[in-house]
């Protein structure tokens, strides 16, 4: 049916013609609706989903980021919200019957609380209706709440974790941030973010330091989380490396981060991290899949597009001033949490 109706994409996001769009509309919500969950293919995918685990068991990156989770993690066991270490993780999959995935399907599954869009060359009446007649009268059997996301100031800890016979070893740290998109230095830490690790490819402090200066990682930087509700945020630095290397990429951030806070950023800097990051986020709005998945987000908090015109106006009116105080003001590194993963023998090899 999808290459019949000429469906590109899965159940919740695709993309189609024109003369197809009702039909497949009506084609996802029968999907949708009437989820006939073969025991095979649940079977199947229970099974792949544990090799895929299992695979991840000695991989750095993925022993450094469940290390974090759950370091952060302050939501009770069985919270949808919680983190789980990798044999918790396994043994729910194996627990779960498909008795149970069916039983959520009846009660939780509904376009009650629901937002769709849709954008590109389309007939609006006619979608309007088939909308209606593909989801009007779905309602879900559970009233919606909103899930709150929590802020705790956590106490930074530094592991190292060891992955043995891995060529490569991976760096991860982090801090809390009590920030959201609407706080007045939203913007100013965008902006500071790009310049220290946020920028694409090697365009950024931390890689020009990594790799083009030190030569110790070929892939690495820095991000800035901020929720759109909550006051909830994240600071967060990553890095592969050898491990031989580890140590070395270790204090080179660490340097990079303190000449950050201490001598500030540069004008030269703030003009090529305002043209990137503009430009960056005038390429996300370029495409009808784009859109449509903004225009969802849009709903949900509803916004419109003027409020991504105004952070723009925001970044491009931003002086150097603003985005070194606000990093300064946010960014502590005494309170990033790091966690580092790979061959501990190959690291002590190199330290002897």
């Not at 106490?155 to 609407?182: C, F, G, H, W």
């Amino acid at each position: 049916e999808f290459s019949k109706l000429k469906i590109s994409g899965g159940v919740y996001n695709f993309q189609t013609t024109r003369t197809n769009l009702t039909a497949a509309l009506a084609l996802m919500a029968h999907i949708l609706r009437d989820a006939s969950y073969p025991e095979s293919e649940f079977v199947q995918l229970r099974e792949k989903s544990l090799v895929g685990l299992e695979a991840s068991r000695n991989e750095p990156g993925s022993v450094a980021g469940t290390a974090m989770a759950l370091h952060f993690d302050r939501y009770p066991k069985g919270d949808i919200r919680a983190a789980e270490s990798l044999d918790d993780s396994i043994a729910s999959i194996r627990a779960v019957k498909l008795a149970e995935i069916k039983a959520f399907h009846q009660q939780f599954y509904g376009a009650s609380k629901a937002e769709l869009s849709i954008v590109g060359d389309l007939d609006v009446t006619s979608t309007q209706q088939a909308v209606a007649t593909a989801f009007g009268d779905w309602a879900s059997r559970s009233a919606y709440t909103r899930l709150q996301s929590q802020y705790d100031e956590i106490a930074a800890v530094r592991q190292i974790l060891n992955t043995p016979d891995k060529e490569n070893a991976y760096y991860s740290s982090m801090m809390k941030l009590a920030l959201n998109d609407q706080h007045p230095d939203y913007a100013a830490l965008q902006v500071a973010n790009y310049i220290f690790g946020g920028g694409s490819g090697l365009n950024s402090r931390l890689m020009e330091r990594l790799r083009q200066k030190d030569g110790l990682s070929y892939g690495g930087g820095s991000g800035l989380n901020a929720g759109s509700i909550d006051a909830v945020g994240s600071f967060s630095i990553s890095a592969i490396a050898a491990p031989q290397n580890l140590a070395k990429l270790e204090t080179a951030i660490q340097e990079e981060l303190a000449r950050a806070l201490k001598d500030g950023f540069s004008a030269k800097e703030l003009a090529r991290a305002k043209s990137g990051l503009l430009q960056q986020r005038q390429q996300g709005r370029s495409s009808d899949a784009s859109l449509a998945g903004g225009w969802n987000s849009n709903l949900y908090l509803q916004r419109t597009w003027a409020w991504s015109q105004a952070l723009d106006d925001k970044i491009a009116a931003l002086s150097l001033e603003q985005v070194n105080l606000a990093f300064r003001r946010h960014i502590t590194p005494a309170k990033l949490s790091v966690f580092m993963a790979g061959d501990v023998a190959k690291m002590q090899a190199v330290a002897k």
